[in-house]
């Protein structure tokens, strides 16, 4: 017995929509058929994957690993059906929070003329990993070294690093900051996938107050109410301009390592030439 693609596709379906109804709309088919593909998978894996409940379905452990394992192989099972009826390949860029800011159009843009057989598209996976892990992306942008043990990297640029801020702040008023003073307000980060941490500060004279979130909406949402601010790198003063938000520049903050990274000994043939092409927007 041979795994399906329909059982990998119900089990992606299931984990994206949170429910097997949602996940039978989402495939056009039944719930029952849902079920039924779902009990098919786990007989062949001889593991549950999925607890349901009255409302909602959470992946097990084992289910997660499956998961990761079911998007890549769904993306090469696409990625072979566009080669091989277009002549296109595709390369997929995961990042967290902010892909390239001020440089995303210009990367897309370029990267069509230059490799017109490629297509690239730009993932964003709010995970530690930018999407590798998840099987989303074989590329990803990210602005915190992720474990070596699991994945390469290479440097392809610096940014500086901002402060947002509710525009009615009294500090909204400077034209740049320091960090003392982004530490006398409450500061919202994200410990997962955010490029600030505590270290910044000297001892005791960090930010006493910590909001934590993990997404860059909610992140956005509490800066905006007055609630928080929050620093970030450069690109997200670009991609993430909001009514009532002001970014200033931090003068004595570090800056920030743009790094690629992809799972170690897996580097995608399009590596190279993404490199190239950031580094000379980076540059």
Known sequence: MSLDLRELRCLVAIADQGSFT????????SQATVSRTLASLEAHLGTRLVRRTTRSSELTASG????????????????LERDVTTGESIVRIGYAWSALG???????????????????????????????AEGVASLAIVRRAPDPR??????????????????????A????????????????????????????WKPNEAPTQIIETHDIDDW??????GRAVGMSAEATV??????????????????IAVYLAWTRGDAPRERDAVIELLAELYR
């Open 173 to 200: 008023s400077r034209r740049s900051l320091t960090l003392a003073q982004v530490a006398t307000r409450p500061l919202t980060i994200d410990s997962r996938t955010g490029s600030t941490v505590l270290d910044l």
């Open 150 to 171: 699991a994945y390469d990297v290479v440097l392809v640029g610096l940014e500086r690093r901002y402060c947002a801020l509710a525009s009615d702040d009294p500090l």
């Open 220 to 225: 956005l949402t509490l800066i905006g109410a």
């Open 102 to 132: 001020k440089h995303t159009t210009a990367f897309q843009r370029e990267w069509a003329t230059r490799h017109p057989g490629t297509v690239m598209e730009l993932v964003r996976s709010n995970t530690p990993s930018a999407g590798l």
């Open 238 to 255: 670009h991609q993430y301009r909001r009514p009532g938000i002001v970014y200033r520049l931090v003068r004595d903050a570090p800056s």
């Open 64 to 79: 997660e690993r499956a998961l990761r394992h079911a998007r890549r192989i769904l993306s090469g099972v696409d990625e």
């Open 22 to 29: 949602d996940a039978a709309i989402e495939l056009g088919m």
